[in-house]
């Protein structure tokens, strides 16, 4: 069964760091290409970022670009968002989600439950 | 970035009614969408994808259709675990892949 286990969420000040991450399971990790997307609650899907299996391809919102770095750990079956200089929008529930291919973006398979973001003074 | 609509907002159907339910592109991207549904507290589950196609395990009632910018996700006979709120996506861009803004399936 696959499992995707998001942690790192909680309240943090604006202009603050924080780091998530996903523990991914049930699956072979590096066979397919991952994401973030987040979720303001109550309102709607925004993608945040994608990366490739072998991490060669990498890409931003442009809402996160420049503040926010995706990274994978395939020997630990692991995904991350490093997010920077966080702002009050960026308050969501952030999911990890499998993506269908390896090697570029299409539909998102499986998804975690979220981990949740505050950014709040 | 391409822009995706969702109409309605919000459906009222009766239990065992059928429920159409439409996304637009705003250019043409194929066949390159995906529907999901989403129920209070959970995470989105994938229903349909390629535009048409089924995951494994997703009831037959649930059926996608369309190509280029108009598609519709039909329920054939709404049952009370269907009622939640449904996202399309496209995924012909690799950045970024965009959401519609959603429908909320409710009971009529």
């Known amino acids: 069964e696959v499992q995707l286990v998001e942690s790192g969420g909680g309240l943090v000040q604006p202009g603050r760091s924080l780091r998530l991450s996903c523990a991914a399971s049930?699956?072979?990790?590096?066979?397919?290409?991952m994401h973030w997307v987040r979720q303001v609650p109550g309102k709607g899907l925004e993608w945040v970022s994608g990366?490739?299996?072998?991490?060669?391809?990498?890409d931003y919102a442009d809402s996160v670009m420049g503040r926010f770095t995706i990274s994978r750990d395939n020997a630990k079956n692991s995904l991350y968002l490093q997010m920077n200089s966080l702002r009050v929008e960026d308050t969501a529930l952030y999911y990890c989600?499998?993506?269908?291919?390896?090697?570029?973006?299409?539909?998102?398979?499986?998804w975690g439950q979220g981990t949740l973001v505050t950014v709040s003074s | 970035e391409i822009v995706m609509t969702q109409s309605p907002a919000t459906l009222s159907v009766s239990p065992g009614e059928r429920a159409t339910l439409s996304c637009r592109a705003s250019q043409t991207i194929g066949s390159n969408l995906a529907w999901y549904q989403q129920k209070p507290g959970q995470a989105p589950r994938l229903l349909i994808y390629a535009a048409s196609s089924r995951p494994t395990g997703i009831p037959a009632r649930f059926s996608g259709s369309g190509s280029g910018t108009e598609f519709t996700l039909t329920i054939s006979s709404l049952q009370s675990e269907d009622f939640a709120v449904y996202w399309c996506q496209q995924h012909k861009d690799w950045a970024p892949l965009t959401f519609g803004g959603g429908t909320k399936v409710e009971i009529k």
């Open positions: 990366i490739t299996w072998n991490s060669d391809k990498i």
């Open positions: 989600a499998t993506d269908r291919h390896s090697s570029g973006w299409s539909y998102f398979v499986s």
């Open positions: 049930g699956f072979i990790f590096d066979d397919y290409a």
